[in-house]
């Protein structure tokens, strides 16, 4: 069971604006803490996304965009495309000095 | 740019020793931290392990009295070994290059190298 909780599938159509949340608690998000997403395509290497809770890495498009609320944090994707169906993770930091994660969300693009 | 590639036995037996190589291209190994993950199949990532420059490493709590990760420079090389693994430790592990101290994110990962521990 992962510390960082991500609702286990989102879909959307095409060009439409989903959102995956990422739910954690005062030992992590909520202490402040900076929140990562990273996208995983089957057979491939999971790629940063966002870092930092909101900044994009050189090459992604602006249609990512990454916020936080208290002990919760959210990845916007906007104008959905076929490619962007992966699977979706959170990353932070928790007291017990461990790097954490969500479980996962499975994108659909309907 | 940097590129990883993991690689590893694949096939492991219970109670042994898990060993996996990490090869990075693009830049010396000497100038990053880097870190190694787990994702056991059909559940969610686990960090493993970090190495940092200066040659400290950190451990993820539930596995520190198995795991060790080194470095080899005149390869550019990372290696991690788990001792007295478990079925439950069949999964994709992959490395990564370490950015932003503690708090920080993953950029880039290798594609992955899966381990299966099995008799």
């Known amino acids: 069971q992962s510390v960082l909780t991500q609702p286990p599938s989102v879909s959307g159509a095409p060009g439409q604006r989903v959102t995956i949340s990422c739910t954690g608690g005062?030992?992590?998000?909520?202490?402040?803490?900076?929140v990562h997403w990273y996208q995983h395509l089957p057979g491939a290497a999971p790629k940063l996304l966002i870092f930092g809770t909101t900044n994009r890495p050189s090459g992604v498009p602006d249609r990512f965009s990454g916020s936080k609320s208290g002990i919760s944090a959210s990845l916007a994707i906007t104008g959905l495309q076929a490619d962007d169906e992966a699977d979706y993770y959170c990353q932070s930091y928790d007291l017990s000095l461990t790097r954490i994660f969500g479980g996962g969300t499975k994108l659909t693009v309907l | 740019q940097v590129q990883l590639q993991e690689s590893g036995p694949g096939l492991v037996k219970p109670s042994e020793t898990l060993s996996l190589t990490c090869t990075v291209s693009g830049d010396s190994i000497s100038n990053s931290d880097w870190s190694w993950l787990r994702q056991p199949p059909g559940k969610g990532l686990e960090w493993v392990a970090d190495?940092?420059?200066?040659?400290?490493?950190y451990y993820n709590p539930s596995l520190q009295t198995r795991v060790s990760m080194s470095v080899d420079t005149s390869k550019n090389q990372l290696s991690l070994k788990l001792r007295s693994v478990t079925a439950a430790e069949t999964a994709m592990y992959y490395c990564?290059?370490?950015?932003?101290?503690?708090?920080?994110?993953?950029?880039?990962w290798g594609q992955g190298t899966l381990v299966t521990v099995s008799s």
């Open positions: 005062g030992s992590n998000i909520g202490a402040g803490y900076d």
């Open positions: 990564a290059r370490w950015i932003g101290g503690p708090t920080g994110w993953f950029d880039p």
């Open positions: 190495l940092y420059s200066s040659g400290t490493t």
